[in-house]
């Protein structure tokens, strides 16, 4: 400990009824010649963004499943909110598009999405399944209307 209970390499508290301004504002010209802006940001961020355990977000990434009732814009939402701290990095796309068709819930959607080839892109994969939900939605509507 320095001088005054102070812990070295603190800036301490200014307090305008009792401190001297100039004494003070050398003591902050001090503290920065010594630690950059930036080293200054990284000491925060480690403080204040803890790593994230890419495994454990992984795993919840790979166990999710469209829930009963998700609608699969609901779903692709949720899987890549899910994604974000996974650090897929350039596979993210494909990662996305198999978990989103291999985690739809069993049922017509997941059955015409199985019916493409390995062509099939995540935009594609997504217009299919909206459109053949529609459609299901679209069949059930009408099968009570009359």
Known sequence: ??????LIGTIPEFFVNSDDWN??????EQFFEERTFEALCELLRKQYSPQVAVFRERT?????RQEEGETVTVWYGRLKKLSVDC??????????LDKFVTGLRSGMIMDRLCE?????????ALELAVNKECALKSEVAGAGGF
Not at 23 to 28: K, N, P
Not at 87 to 96: I, K, P, Q
């Open 1 to 6: 400990m320095a001088a005054g209970g102070q």
């Open 87 to 96: 650090r897929f990095g350039e596979n993210l796309e494909a990662v996305l």
């Open 23 to 28: 004494v003070y504002y050398e003591r902050l």
């Open 116 to 124: 493409e080839n390995e062509g099939l892109t995540l935009e594609l």
């Open 60 to 64: 919840t990434f790979y166990n999710a």
